[in-house]
């Protein structure tokens, strides 16, 4: 691969280890939903981020050309290799902590996969469009939940709070850009992530405002993710989502 | 799929009719009205043309190419489809088949024909609404209430009637 391919391929493994990763965290609520309908809902979540993942995952695997699969790419890496953004890393705490998480994600995928739908490449402005329907209804889904929690109980409110407290640290990895992102972006291929920080911001906090939360603005901003710099948890969660291909290469359902 | 045809009956919707004037004009019809045979697997009768994800149907050197666009980019039952496209057409006879996942153009729910509409509400299943005005398909009515917003699968929600009570499933306008 030439330097372009690389950083492209750099560039599809990240937007798949980021899906991959979330979708991982938010299947941890199978079977332990606080009702029926709210399990299903995650689990249908977690369902289209696996899509999404794979949709990467399987270009990218195109670009390399050395005929790996996205199996090989989701089941054996180590957490160093993992190169996803670290909020979609982090456990999935309490109820109001998953919306949260997902509240901001969603409002950030729906407005970054807008812009990529515009990308020069036509495989990736094809996988933008499809993705991007689906988190305009998750966000549809996110946005009642942190209303409903954040006009609820005192109880509720609290959880809403420590959430923003946590989560407030991580938000800002979402709009940084690295060099190799950057060269992408002047080629047309991918999107800048930095210009879309201030309307993210402003969303949310009308949005949080609405129902008299307010959103701090963190000082603190904990980066690393796309350098394989992670979080304690990653390679924990890695350890369970991998360990059946790992004991049993190449098993199938 | 720019053989449109001027004659479209105006009440179709613009994506749908589209569709349905490639389909007719392809030299492969056979092969359409075959796959009329193959059905979505988490949907009980409803084809995969009147679905919307079957794309296209083409003969490229001496091997039939059928071009699949999944609803949902997570949606598990892509690979029984492929399976069950391949198993009717081997059926017939044709063995030469490969089946391609497309991502573009982006499945919709305007690439659902009427038929296929009118099918869903037979089980009970709302069909998709542009505004996502979701009428009872017991009792007809419009007083519902949507109880989630995943139902069974990623493409349904789930919605109770005020009038009757009934719980069902609404297939989301996408």
Known sequence: ?????????????????????LSHRLSEWCSNGPYLEEDIALGNVALDYIGRARMFYQYACEVEGKGRTEDDIAYFRNEREYTNLLIHELP??????????QFFVDVFYCEYLKQLMNSSDETIAAIAAKAVKESRYHLKRSEPWIRQLAEGTDESLR?????????????????????????LVEQGIAVDRAKLQKDWDAYVQKFLGESNVHFPDSQLQIRGGREGIHTEHLGHMLSEMQ????????LQW | MNKMNDNIIPTLNPV???????????????????????????????TIWDLGILQ????????WQIDVTPTYSGCPAVETINADVKAALKAAGYDKVKVNLVLSPAWSTEMMSPVGKAHLKSIN??????????????????????VSQFGSTACKALYQCNDCFENFDYFKHF
């Open chain 1, 1 to 21: 691969m030439n330097q372009q391919q690389q950083n492209l391929f750099r560039f599809l493994v990240a937007l798949g280890d980021d899906s991959v990763v």
């Open chain 1, 92 to 101: 999935i705490n309490d109820f109001a902590f998953t919306m949260v998480r």
């Open chain 1, 159 to 183: 959880r809403i709070k420590d959430a923003l407290l946590e989560l407030e640290n991580f938000v800002g990895e979402l709009f940084l850009m690295s060099d190799w992102e950057q060269s």
């Open chain 1, 243 to 250: 360990y059946i291909q790992r004991t049993m290469p190449g």
């Open chain 2, 16 to 46: 749908f009719a589209k569709r349905k004037a490639y389909r007719e004009g392809s030299e492969h019809k056979p092969i359409w009205d075959l796959l009329d045979s193959v059905f979505d697997p988490e949907l009980p009768g409803l």
């Open chain 2, 56 to 63: 296209d149907v083409r003969l490229i050197d001496g091997e």
């Open chain 2, 125 to 146: 299943i709302a069909p998709p609404h542009e505004e996502d005005r979701v009428q009872c398909p017991v009792c007809d009515s419009s007083n519902t209430k949507v």
